[in-house]
């Protein structure tokens, strides 16, 4: 009788897919262990946020803590109360201008030496490696990292009012950290134009303080001598002045008129970016020479009667808004478009000429925030100051409002508003050091080819 054999281990096969089946099982688990969407990735993460929040939570409260009894901030006080409720040693808290820095639970919490909000709060020795991007979601927090944003984004101030940021664009170390202060963004980018600064002018409800809210509309204005606005929106002003579209402009008339105004109030709107911005100072060149020939003979009352409308004072310049250059005056009204519009081209986001309802809204800004009468003011210097503009001027002579310079002063500013004569279709806004009776809400009529001393332009971007 023949015995069957009884082979019960298992075959080669076997093994090799237990192993298989195994390591994969291991990757798996490994997996979702590690990485940096991984479990212990994840656990350290949430820990780091704590503690983070702690650290912010304890330093603010110290600071509420050293708020005195006319709600003034005591930074003495706080810094005592930071060393003995905190255990913080004097080595670990740092001044720097505005700013006091806490080092506490391994992060630096910065605080507002004037108002004791913290501003920002940075892991001890992680600041920002040169060439990445700012991720501060406050205008406090980009000022600290000092970097240009990516992409456009969408950051708060002080009282949680939204500030969009282009792309390539930083906030300026000077710049409010609230927008009735005036939010100033700085080109950190693009070849020609880096350091150029333009202002965030908000539209719809903002928060003025932290209890009280003004609501500005994008619109055109008249303003009476108390600085009284009406809403005009598409009206004819003063049965002359217009913004015209593509669709109703009359191309004989030979002004430039704005990119697509329509385009503008949309983006502009409330409900889309809730704001735009305006060159900090007027149109200023770099980098060019100017012609002597045509300054020596302009023609009568500084006209330029050439035949070319796009004739321009400056040869090879670079249009920027930035404090120390030459202000481009000498400028025809079709140049000072073209300048605008090419300033920054094919971006996400757009450059023109100042519009009327750009103009007219950063005056009810203005007013709104300083409680002042903006729309009346005069330049606040007679004598030829155009080269530079009245930021080098003694502070009494300063035309500065909400961080924006010379609306009422220094030159007369080319719009894309439209006048209904042929003969004088170009329109400027604001007051001239050539002639005190003109103030910021001021409407005049020129022709094309006027391009003399008094006449400069101001930037717009939108996004």
Known sequence: MKLKKNNKGITLIALVITIIVLLILAGVAIATLTGDNGILTKAVTAKDKTTEAEAREAVQLEAIGSIDNTGKFNKQDFKTNVKQNLGVTDSNIKENGNKITVTYKGYDVT?????????????????????????????????????????????????????????????????????????????????????????????????????ETVTINLSRYTFDSEGNETTQEENTIYNYYTEDTQANHNSNYGNAIATDIEDFRLKASAERSGGYYIGRYEAR?????????????????????????????????????????????????????????????????????????????????????????????????????????????AIANQDKKCNIWDMASNCYEWTTETHSSTNIPCVNRGGSYGNSSNYTANRLSNNTTVANSYNTFPPLLYL
């Open 285 to 393: 060149v770099d980098n060019a020479t100017l012609d002597e020939t045509e300054i020596k003979n302009p023609g009568p009352s500084g006209y330029y009667n050439g035949s070319d409308t796009m004739w321009t004072g400056y040869e090879g310049g670079q249009l920027v808004t930035k404090p120390n250059s030459q202000v481009w005056n000498y400028v025809t009204q079709n140049k000072a478009a073209e300048l605008s519009k090419d300033m920054y081209k094919d971006k996400t986001f757009t450059s023109d000429l100042m519009n009327s309802y750009a103009w007219d809204t950063a005056i009810v800004f203005i007013q709104k925030v300083t409680n002042g009468n903006y729309a009346n003011q005069n330049s606040l210097n007679e004598n030829d100051i155009a080269n530079q503009g009245t930021n080098n001027l």
């Open 111 to 211: 605080v507002d030496a004037t108002t004791g909000k913290v501003t920002a709060v940075v892991k001890t020795g992680e600041t920002p490696p040169a060439g990445k991007y700012n991720t501060g979601t406050t205008v406090a927090e980009a000022i600290e990292q000092d970097l240009p944003y990516e992409s456009n984004t969408t950051i708060t101030d002080d009282f949680e009012n939204n500030v969009k940021v282009p792309a390539g664009f930083k906030i300026a170390e000077d710049s409010a950290t609230a927008v009735t202060g005036g939010v100033v963004i700085q080109d950190a980018t693009y070849e020609g134009t880096i350091g150029s600064e333009f202002v965030w002018i908000p539209v719809g409800t903002i928060n003025k303080s932290e209890t």
